[in-house]
């Protein structure tokens, strides 16, 4: 069983008529006739003739009119549901056939329905209705807030229940006494009154009113005046100029000071009630004498002529800013130019990665640790770290593209809005080049993206990085799927983003510039990324869109993975990704040479290089140049920076722990007791650990010994002794340190010993560094080399220095650290280079270390490669082998040479090693190893490809 409460609306007043047309259209004649009602039911209407007149028969429910012609109506005062269906008129002498029927119903809608289930009522309500769910014999339902559109005929039906068992009931709104107004008319500039007759006392009712305005300008009406109650407090808005009358009570007048053209039309009082009556009043002001006419026209000519002057001069400064405008860009255009290929001499030729040097988003923290100021590197979040790497890796890929193909082309990365043309001088301040900030400011969701290709030949390419990751973890792996799609999402949006901000940003140079949008996963396969794109079609559609592929097979020529970037043809792979989906060529680049040049000067100038803070609290540029990039990343490397394992072994010098010390290295010493530092254990002997037996005999001797030593061998530890294992370096980049010939000297027999580090978690270092560079000595007759060992090659010494001069051991025109400018290059705001200056390079920060056998300073003197660096103008020291602290000798500027057999402990910038004589006293990749890591910034490594050598 189900009740049922039904709503029918069949016309505001709920009447509805039934037209009957007698059959054939023919003039009724005096006969019998009848109108059958509902199927199944008796005749609503039954009429006869009697005596010449006619008299009817009507059901309860219905009326009619008593004249009658070619049709009848029938009139349902109040239509109900028991009333719907199939009327019919007959006529005494018609057949059936003959009769014509018509179907009446009604509007009608559910607003409650209730059913039974296993003892349980479901009740569906509908809106603006509500039901209290007790049901007996009898069932409430609630409107809280009534209109027009509840009225109409209620109706309470059950289930199983004839249409006839059931009653209507409707139901009406009273809309109570109607309000009017009045408003005479009145001559142009007098006083009117305008008059509201609101039928109620406002102020005993409370009832909230306005007084709406219409005319040709507001067509749809404006409140001249809005009263609302608050707090038994009549607050009321009125329309500047007018005023209204007070206490309102039955009436309310609206008084007009001075009327004029924008007062007429017509007026509406009304109160702000469910139901309203309200009637027009119409406002029409007389023009007047022709005096009043006169009057007005004299006044409007001259205010007429004002403004056109001074929309004039409105006008004609707007058109002096806009040119003084255009002349300011013109010239910013043109400093900007000057200004990049003064940068970048070589800019329509090479390869250029600006910055120069990825730098890693760290936060560090300025502590005082034994009396020194330290920095401490906070812990980033994994996330954040996966990125960065992955970042550097592709970086990293494309540097190894540029040194193999010296492709003519730009790598933008770190790049943000907000650095984009952000150091213009201030006289250029009112220049019109596009800003991102015109962007923004419509694209609340805009995010920068990873890094930017302006590649002379194909275009512009711009690339996102995502660090997403998968395992063969079944739970981590629902995880990490979950993060590859969200990473998807997010790469779609920002490549996006992207292409919207550089057309905005090039709109000026070349609106129709292409942009090519790429997505990087270094560390996610191809297959996993198809298994990905499969499962989630919205995803793979919008990537597909994104980067404009054609079918989603070739997913792999936008979307980059694992497979491309980390195979062993990875150079390869790049170029095909480059050159795919392009129409220029090495005679008809998709960039003119001005075009290229024009968005350069923007993206990678020196109005756009972005300011860099250093651990030590340093606020530099970033470096835009070889030369720069590494000076920085050896001063990064070589800054007191204590990482998050160390901060558990300071010591806690605060007042009252240093009193504690004092006491008891007082009490030690005056017991005997020994404090002993050792910064680097040694020296390595393979067949004799002297430094450990140093050790025990110590202990031995001073049983109350403290020493602390610190060493990269695990064998140079005494028996029972304390150990802390340090897994991750921190003193050289991890671009070195991940480097396949230095991972495998790490690997071999002389190196057995040394505590490894773990390639794959290097830890959080300032930046990756830059990439290893290699000279191979094949020997003679191969390729222009020559006899014996590298340092007496002179093909392999002309490439050292080669690459001594790439690092800017000359004089650096690019270097604009030096604050010169000129007049017709002065762009950058000058009170930003006050500390602003990149760390440059001196010939002090290069190291030369040879294999060469036991042998005097004048044997290295001797040598090639010594000779060909001083033919070329280096100050070339050789430093005392047979000194203990070689670090000292090291003054002047000079480019200082040691055989790396005896060399330990110093650390240099740029370290050249030079393979040569194997020693015959220390294991030579131990020697090789303590080489090439005491660089922290630039390693070039003469590597010896040559089988033999004959005695030179």
């Given at each position: 069983?189900y009740?049922?409460a039904?709503?029918?609306?069949?016309?505001?007043?709920?009447?509805?008529?039934?037209?009957?047309?007698p059959?054939?259209?023919?003039m009724?004649?005096?006969?019998?006739?009848?109108?059958?009602?509902?199927?199944?039911?008796?005749?609503?209407?039954?009429?006869?003739?009697?005596?010449?007149?006619?008299?009817?028969?009507?059901?309860?429910?219905?009326?009619?009119?008593?004249?009658?012609?070619?049709?009848?109506?029938?009139?349902?005062?109040r239509?109900?549901?028991?009333?719907?269906?199939?009327?019919?008129?007959q006529?005494?002498?018609?057949?059936?056939?003959?009769?014509?029927?018509?179907?009446?119903?009604?509007?009608?809608?559910?607003?409650?329905?209730?059913?039974?289930?296993?003892?349980?009522?479901?009740?569906?309500?509908?809106?603006?209705?509500?039901?209290?769910?007790?049901?007996?014999?009898?069932?409430?339902?609630?409107?809280?807030?009534?209109?027009?559109?509840?009225?109409?005929t209620?109706?309470?039906?059950?289930?199983?229940?004839?249409?006839?068992?059931y009653?209507?009931?409707?139901?009406?709104?009273?809309?109570?006494?109607?309000?009017?107004?009045?408003?005479?008319?009145?001559?142009?500039?007098?006083?009117?009154?305008?008059?509201?007759?609101?039928?109620?006392?406002?102020?005993?009712?409370?009832?909230?009113?306005?007084?709406?305005?219409?005319?040709?300008?507001?067509?749809?009406?404006?409140?001249?005046?809005?009263?609302?109650?608050?707090?038994?407090?009549?607050?009321?808005?009125?329309?500047?100029?007018?005023?209204?009358?007070?206490?309102?009570t039955?009436?309310?007048?609206?008084?007009?000071?001075?009327?004029?053209?924008?007062?007429?039309?017509?007026?509406?009082?009304?109160?702000?009630?469910?139901?309203?009556?309200?009637?027009?009043?119409?406002?029409?002001?007389?023009?007047?004498?022709?005096?009043?006419?006169?009057?007005?026209?004299?006044?409007?000519?001259?205010?007429?002529?004002l403004?056109?002057?001074?929309?004039?001069v409105?006008?004609?400064?707007?058109?002096?800013?806009?040119?003084?405008?255009?002349?300011?860009?013109?010239?910013?255009?043109?400093?900007?130019?000057?200004?990049?290929?003064?940068?970048?001499?070589?800019?329509l030729?090479?390869?250029?990665?600006?910055?120069?040097?990825?730098?890693?988003?760290?936060?560090?923290?300025?502590?005082?640790?034994?009396?020194?100021?330290?920095?401490?590197?906070?812990?980033?979040?994994?996330?954040?770290?996966?990125?960065?790497?992955?970042?550097?890796?592709?970086?990293?890929?494309?540097?190894?593209?540029?040194?193999?193909?010296?492709?003519?082309?730009?790598?933008?990365?770190?790049f943000?809005?907000?650095?984009?043309?952000?150091?213009?001088?201030?006289?250029?301040?009112?220049?019109?080049?596009?800003?991102?900030?015109?962007?923004?400011?419509?694209?609340?969701?805009?995010?920068?993206?990873?890094?930017?290709?302006?590649?002379?030949?194909?275009?512009?390419?711009?690339?996102?990085?995502?660090?997403?990751v998968?395992?063969?973890?079944?739970?981590?792996?629902?995880?990490?799927?979950?993060?590859?799609?969200q990473?998807?999402?997010?790469?779609?949006?920002?490549?996006?983003?992207?292409?919207?901000m550089?057309?905005?940003?090039?709109?000026?140079?070349?609106?129709?510039?292409?942009?090519?949008?790429?997505?990087?996963?270094?560390?996610?396969?191809?297959?996993?990324?198809?298994?990905?794109?499969?499962?989630?079609?919205?995803?793979?559609?919008?990537?597909?869109?994104?980067?404009?592929?054609?079918?989603?097979?070739?997913?792999?020529?936008e979307?980059?993975?694992?497979?491309?970037?980390?195979?062993?043809?990875?150079?390869?792979?790049?170029?095909?990704?480059?050159?795919?989906?392009?129409?220029?060529?090495?005679?008809?680049?998709?960039?003119?040479?001005?075009?290229?040049?024009?968005?350069?000067?923007?993206?990678?100038?020196?109005?756009?290089?972005?300011?860099?803070?250093?651990?030590?609290?340093?606020?530099?540029?970033?470096?835009?140049?070889?030369?720069?990039?590494?000076?920085?990343?050896?001063?990064?490397?070589?800054?007191?920076?204590?990482h998050?394992?160390?901060?558990?072994?300071?010591?806690?010098?605060?007042?009252k722990?240093?009193?504690?010390?004092?006491?008891k290295?007082?009490?030690?010493?005056?017991?005997?007791?020994?404090?002993?530092?050792?910064?680097?254990?040694?020296?390595?002997?393979?067949?004799?650990?002297?430094?450990?037996?140093?050790?025990?005999?110590?202990v031995?001797?001073n049983?109350?010994?403290?020493?602390?030593?610190a060493?990269?061998?695990?064998?140079?530890?005494?028996?029972?002794?304390?150990?802390?294992?340090?897994?991750?370096?921190?003193?050289?980049?991890?671009?070195?340190?991940?480097?396949?010939?230095?991972?495998?000297?790490?690997?071999?027999?002389?190196?057995?010993?040394?505590?490894?580090?773990?390639?794959?978690?290097?830890?959080?270092?300032?930046?990756?560094?830059?990439?290893?560079?290699?000279?191979?000595?094949?020997?003679?007759?191969?390729?222009?080399?020559?006899?014996?060992?590298?340092?007496?090659?002179?093909?392999?010494?002309?490439d050292?220095?080669?690459?001594?001069?790439?690092?800017?051991?000359?004089?650096?025109?690019?270097?604009?650290?030096?604050?010169?400018?000129?007049?017709?290059?002065?762009?950058?705001?000058?009170?930003?280079?006050?500390?602003?200056?990149?760390p440059?390079?001196?010939?002090t920060?290069?190291?030369?270390?040879?294999?060469?056998?036991?042998?005097?300073?004048?044997?290295?003197?001797?040598?090639?490669?010594?000779?060909?660096?001083?033919?070329?103008?280096?100050?070339?020291?050789?430093?005392?082998?047979?000194?203990?602290?070689?670090?000292?000798?090291?003054?002047?500027?000079?480019?200082?040479?040691?055989?790396?057999?005896?060399?330990?402990?110093?650390?240099?910038?740029?370290?050249?090693?030079?393979?040569?004589?194997?020693?015959?006293?220390?294991?030579?990749?131990?020697?090789?190893?303590?080489?090439?890591?005491?660089?922290?910034?630039q390693?070039?490594?003469?590597?010896?490809?040559?089988?033999?050598?004959?005695?030179?």
């Amino acid at each position: 069983m189900y009740l049922l409460a039904v709503a029918t609306h069949p016309s505001p007043d709920n009447k509805q008529s039934v037209r009957i047309q007698p059959p054939m259209g023919a003039m009724v004649p005096r006969r019998h006739f009848l109108i059958l009602g509902v199927t199944g039911q008796d005749a609503i209407l039954d009429c006869w003739w009697l005596g010449g007149q006619m008299d009817c028969y009507s059901a309860p429910g219905y009326k009619h009119t008593m004249s009658i012609s070619r049709q009848l109506t029938v009139t349902i005062p109040r239509a109900a549901a028991n009333q719907t269906g199939t009327y019919a008129c007959q006529v005494a002498g018609y057949s059936s056939g003959q009769l014509s029927t018509c179907d009446f119903s009604i509007q009608s809608e559910s607003v409650l329905t209730c059913t039974w289930d296993q003892g349980s009522l479901t009740c569906n309500t509908a809106r603006d209705y509500q039901f209290d769910r007790r049901i007996t014999n009898t069932a409430t339902v609630k409107i809280p807030k009534v209109s027009a559109s509840h009225t109409g005929t209620y109706s309470c039906q059950l289930a199983g229940a004839a249409p006839g068992d059931y009653e209507d009931c409707v139901f009406r709104l009273d809309r109570g006494q109607a309000t009017s107004c009045d408003i005479p008319s009145v001559k142009l500039m007098e006083p009117a009154t305008l008059t509201c007759d609101f039928g109620v006392d406002i102020n005993k009712t409370k009832t909230n009113f306005n007084i709406v305005h219409f005319s040709d300008q507001h067509r749809q009406g404006v409140d001249v005046l809005k009263c609302v109650w608050q707090h038994d407090d009549l607050v009321c808005d009125v329309t500047s100029g007018l005023e209204f009358s007070r206490p309102v009570t039955d009436r309310l007048a609206l008084t007009i000071p001075r009327a004029n053209d924008s007062h007429a039309g017509k007026y509406l009082c009304q109160l702000q009630r469910t139901t309203n009556n309200a009637s027009f009043c119409a406002f029409i002001i007389d023009s007047g004498s022709n005096n009043s006419v006169s009057v007005v026209v004299a006044v409007l000519i001259p205010l007429f002529i004002l403004v056109l002057i001074v929309v004039g001069v409105i006008l004609y400064r707007r058109h002096r800013l806009r040119k003084y405008a255009t002349d300011q860009t013109q010239r910013l255009q043109e400093s900007l130019s000057v200004s990049i290929r003064t940068m970048y001499p070589d800019i329509l030729t090479a390869c250029y990665f600006v910055p120069s040097l990825y730098i890693n988003r760290n936060t560090y923290t300025k502590v005082e640790v034994a009396g020194e100021k330290v920095v401490v590197m906070e812990a980033a979040p994994d996330d954040t770290l996966r990125h960065d790497h992955a970042i550097q890796h592709v970086l990293n890929c494309l540097r190894h593209l540029a040194d193999r193909d010296q492709q003519a082309m730009f790598v933008l990365s770190q790049f943000t809005c907000d650095d984009y043309l952000a150091s213009v001088d201030e006289q250029f301040a009112h220049h019109k080049l596009p800003m991102p900030s015109d962007l923004t400011r419509r694209d609340k969701d805009y995010e920068n993206f990873d890094v930017l290709i302006v590649h002379r030949q194909y275009g512009v390419v711009v690339v996102v990085v995502k660090a997403s990751v998968c395992t063969a973890d079944m739970g981590v792996e629902i995880r990490d799927n979950e993060r590859v799609v969200q990473d998807l999402r997010e790469a779609v949006k920002q490549l996006d983003g992207a292409e919207r901000m550089l057309k905005h940003l090039m709109a000026d140079v070349r609106p129709d510039t292409t942009i090519r949008k790429t997505l990087m996963l270094p560390n996610l396969s191809l297959k996993f990324l198809k298994e990905i794109l499969g499962k989630h079609q919205c995803e793979a559609e919008a990537l597909r869109h994104c980067t404009g592929l054609t079918e989603l097979f070739d997913i792999s020529g936008e979307c980059l993975c694992a497979d491309q970037l980390h195979s062993d043809n990875m150079v390869d792979q790049l170029h095909v990704w480059l050159q795919r989906h392009t129409t220029g060529s090495s005679t008809d680049p998709i960039l003119s040479e001005n075009n290229y040049q024009t968005i350069l000067s923007r993206f990678c100038g020196v109005a756009t290089r972005p300011y860099l803070t250093l651990p030590d609290g340093r606020r530099v540029c970033t470096p835009s140049s070889l030369q720069q990039a590494v000076s920085l990343t050896g001063e990064l490397f070589n800054g007191a920076i204590i990482h998050p394992e160390h901060q558990q072994l300071e010591v806690d010098l605060e007042k009252k722990e240093m009193k504690k010390i004092i006491k008891k290295i007082t009490y030690l010493a005056a017991s005997g007791g020994l404090f002993i530092l050792v910064d680097d254990a040694g020296p390595y002997r393979e067949d004799q650990l002297l430094f450990k037996s140093f050790c025990e005999q110590l202990v031995a001797d001073n049983p109350k010994l403290h020493l602390w030593a610190a060493s990269c061998l695990t064998h140079q530890t005494p028996n029972g002794w304390d150990e802390k294992h340090f897994h991750r370096t921190v003193s050289c980049p991890p671009a070195i340190l991940r480097d396949e010939n230095v991972l495998m000297l790490a690997q071999k027999n002389g190196c057995k010993n040394l505590v490894k580090w773990d390639p794959d978690n290097i830890g959080v270092a300032p930046t990756e560094g830059l990439p290893v560079k290699y000279v191979y000595h094949h020997g003679h007759g191969v390729q222009g080399h020559g006899h014996g060992y590298p340092f007496a090659c002179e093909k392999c010494c002309h490439d050292v220095i080669t690459l001594l001069k790439a690092l800017g051991f000359e004089t650096d025109a690019r270097d604009i650290g030096d604050n010169r400018q000129t007049a017709s290059t002065a762009t950058v705001n000058s009170s930003n280079w006050e500390t602003a200056s990149t760390p440059r390079l001196h010939l002090t920060d290069v190291l030369l270390l040879f294999e060469h056998e036991d042998c005097e300073d004048t044997d290295l003197y001797n040598t090639k490669l010594c000779k060909i660096l001083q033919k070329f103008g280096f100050s070339v020291k050789v430093g005392n082998n047979a000194e203990s602290d070689f670090s000292s000798q090291i003054v002047g500027h000079h480019l200082w040479i040691s055989n790396a057999t005896h060399f330990r402990g110093l650390k240099r910038k740029v370290v050249v090693y030079v393979e040569g004589q194997r020693p015959s006293n220390v294991p030579l990749e131990w020697m090789r190893l303590r080489g090439v890591t005491s660089c922290t910034s630039q390693l070039i490594w003469v590597k010896d490809a040559a089988l033999s050598h004959p005695e030179t």
